[in-house]
């Protein structure tokens, strides 16, 4: 049984910052992927950024480029999402997610989701 939990959400002014922990848990886990996501009121499921766990190659959203930086601690499954100079429109729930599987589409196909942590960022 894999479990995946963020940490680090809450409120914060335009222009802040926040950073987004996710420690994916399991005896004999080891992801090929961590991606985060996020989901806004009344919108779908966007991804945000993704890392890819042996290469430590990234992909970020072209409306986070440039603002938010995803990284990792190989050794405690951990990864974090570091949010700069965040808008109203970064406001969402966001989550965590993991794979074991093919990571030539870096979006798709993850395994595993954590319950998701909330971002308000006023204006």
């Known amino acids: 049984q894999v479990q995946v939990v963020e940490s680090g959400g809450g409120l914060v002014q335009a222009g802040g910052s926040l950073r987004l922990s996710c420690a994916a848990s399991g005896r004999t886990f080891s992801p090929s992927a961590m991606g985060w996501f996020r989901q806004a009121p009344g919108k779908e499921r966007e991804p945000v950024a993704a890392?890819?766990?042996?290469?430590?190659?990234?992909t970020v959203a072209d409306s986070v480029k440039g603002r938010f930086i995803i990284s990792r601690a190989n050794a405690r499954n951990t990864v974090y999402l570091q949010m700069n100079s965040l808008k109203p429109e970064d406001t969402a729930v966001y989550y965590c997610?993991?794979?074991?599987?093919?990571?030539?589409?870096?979006?798709?196909?993850?395994?595993?989701w954590g319950q998701g942590t909330q971002v308000t960022v006023s204006s």
């Open positions: 890392i890819r766990w042996n290469s430590g190659l990234t």
């Open positions: 997610a993991a794979k074991q599987g093919n990571i030539a589409t870096i979006w798709a196909a993850y395994d595993y």
